[in-house]
């Protein structure tokens, strides 16, 4: 991390919780589910689609793991209860993946059954490269076992996603494709943001020709417009794909992809675990800083 970056991060630090907490609600919906509910309902009333995330991650005990899934069965309870148009996004990790890999299995299970009863989709979010293995191989058991209604996510910044695409297509996964979110080592990961751009619009294509439904999350204006580009080439149908944004980011592009008469869903996290998670968040992707700091003093 450079000096700028240091010096940004150490003044963020050094403000009280509240204060950061002022900033944060920003990208976060609030701490309780009941806040997460309130923020999807508004969402939804603007024809826009939901997904909730429950903040937390690298959990280290069996307890924590469990109430993490108690926390995520109470999601998916609240969105029938409340007829939301959302699903549900998880972390390996906090449901024990770096525990015990069969015990992880056996919590993700355990929420997709309740999933299933109510038809709702579950997406597996895509960690650091420590778990890339292990979560590819999760989901591919889930799918093995009958599990249709779940999704994957691909890292256009990590060199292995092409083999990924080629390895996962004959499953017909759904597949959220993103730049990644993790500054990983150059020997495994691209860090140039053209050849990110490139190897996004590569694997793009892959997976439609594949014949699989792809979530396209990004929030960078030359992807988008690429996307529409492939998506009139390729003559796809709105339930072939839609795009994806995470909650407080670039809400004028956000519209005017709705505007243009594509599907979009707001990736809305919540929980306890805000300031932890937003910390890290920052320490992890220096970038993540400046677009706080551009998105305060300049609007987004
Ligand atoms: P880029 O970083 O170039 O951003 C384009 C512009 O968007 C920026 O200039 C800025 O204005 C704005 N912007 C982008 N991100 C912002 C932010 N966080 N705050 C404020 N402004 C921001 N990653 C991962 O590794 N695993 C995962 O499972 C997911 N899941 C996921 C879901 C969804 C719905 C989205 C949109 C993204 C993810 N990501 C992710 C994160 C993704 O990998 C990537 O780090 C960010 O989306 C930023 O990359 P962009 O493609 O948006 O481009």
Redesign the pocket.
């Known amino acids: 991390m450079n000096l700028v970056n240091r010096l940004i991060l150490s003044l963020i630090q050094s403000l009280p919780k509240p204060v950061v907490k002022r900033f944060a609600l920003r990208?976060i919906a609030g701490e309780e589910l009941d806040d997460a509910v309130r923020v999807i309902g508004a969402i939804n009333s603007k024809k826009l689609m939901g997904t909730m995330d429950v903040l937390g991650e690298n959990v280290t005990t069996r307890e924590e793991s469990l109430a993490a899934v108690r926390e995520c069965e109470a999601v998916l309870h609240s969105i029938n209860k409340n007829h939301l148009d959302s699903n549900l996004s998880i972390k390996l990790t906090q449901f024990g993946l770096k525990i015990d890999e069969e015990f992880c299995y056996s919590n993700v299970k355990r929420l997709l059954d309740i999933a299933y009863g109510y038809n709702h989709f579950v997406r597996i979010?895509?960690e650091d490269s420590s778990t890339t293995d292990a979560t590819l191989k999760l989901y591919q058991r889930l799918r093995a076992h009958g599990f249709e209604k779940v999704g994957v996510?691909l890292?256009a910044n990590m060199r292995r996603s092409e083999e990924d695409v080629q390895r996962l297509i004959p499953m017909k996964p759904n597949i959220?494709l993103?730049?990644?979110?993790?500054l990983e080592p150059e020997a495994i990961a691209l860090r140039d943001g053209g050849e990110i751009r490139l190897n996004f619009m590569k694997l793009f294509k892959m997976i439609l020709e594949g014949k699989c439904y792809v979530g396209i999350?990004?929030?960078?204006d030359f992807?988008i417009s690429s996307a529409y580009q492939s998506i009139q080439e390729m003559n796809l149908h709105q339930s072939d794909y839609e795009f994806?944004?995470?909650y407080g980011?670039?809400s004028k592009l956000r519209d005017k992809i709705v505007a243009d008469g594509h599907r979009l869903r707001i990736?809305v996290p919540f929980g306890r675990y805000w300031y932890a998670y937003s910390m890290r968040r920052f320490k992890e992707n220096p970038?993540?800083v400046r677009?706080?700091l551009?998105?305060l003093f300049f609007g987004?």
């Open positions: 990208y979010d895509m996510v890292q959220r993103c730049k990644g979110a993790y999350a990004t929030h960078d992807l994806q944004m995470l980011v670039r990736y970038q993540m677009y706080v551009r998105a987004d």
